[in-house]
């Protein structure tokens, strides 16, 4: 059975810093792209940021500068620094495991931590 259980949501001063932490089970975790999405009331899941298996992180415009994501491969997780919080943060961040094995796209999800930035 796959989990992802994330954790650290919270609320933030804008300006304000958070690290968000996803812990794995069930999955071969070093063969899956891991990834940040959020999504904010009445918007669609945006991905944040992912990292591949073979190291490289993407991450949206939105973000450059302010996230870091990193992943643990020893300890199954996945971490999102987040600097210079701003309200237009605010939403539900989901922990996303995905890998696409021929033509078949494998992906899971956390259940979501909620960040608010506000004053």
């Known amino acids: 059975q796959v989990q992802l259980v994330e954790s650290g949501g919270d609320l933030v001063q804008p300006g304000g810093s958070l690290t968000l932490s996803c812990a794995a089970s069930?999955?071969?975790?070093?063969?899956?792209?891991m990834g940040w999405y959020r999504q904010a009331p009445g918007k669609q899941r945006e991905l944040v940021a992912a990292a591949t298996s073979g190291g490289t992180t993407n991450y949206a415009d939105s973000v450059k500068g302010r996230f870091t994501l990193s992943r643990d491969n020893a300890k199954n997780t996945v971490h999102l620094q987040m600097n210079s919080l701003k309200p237009e943060d605010t939403a539900v961040y989901y922990c996303n495991a995905e890998r696409t094995v021929a033509t078949t796209r494998l992906y899971f999800w956390g259940q979501g931590t909620q960040v608010t930035v506000s004053s």
């Open positions: 069930g999955i071969i975790f070093s063969i899956y792209t």
